[in-house]
């Protein structure tokens, strides 16, 4: 599975380890029994990075460094001025 990084300037890949007999790229090729649950799998899967990436896209899923950074900066803002009202 690949996906682009912010603005697409990097690419990225995941290796699965999954595999199948043969390619299902064509929707019209059926599908062997024996295939039937690695791709049911590596599709969930591929599904799962996609709503991941929308989320960080968003802002909704943030869970880098620099946000928690910037929560530390405001909560000590916002225990300087509680002090400094305090006084």
Do not use: C, P, W
Request: charged fraction near 40%; proline fraction near 0%; hydrophobic fraction near 35%.
């Amino acid at each position: 599975m690949d996906y682009y990084g912010f603005l697409g300037l990097s690419l990225e890949y995941e290796f699965l380890k999954i595999y199948l007999s043969q390619d299902y790229s064509d929707e019209k090729t059926r599908v062997k029994s024996d295939d039937k649950e690695n791709l049911a799998l590596a599709r969930a899967i591929k599904a799962k990075r996609e709503v991941e990436l929308l989320k960080g896209e968003h802002g909704l899923n943030r869970k880098d460094k620099k946000a928690k950074a910037n929560f530390l900066e405001f909560l000590e803002q916002q225990i300087r001025l509680k002090k400094q009202m305090q006084k």
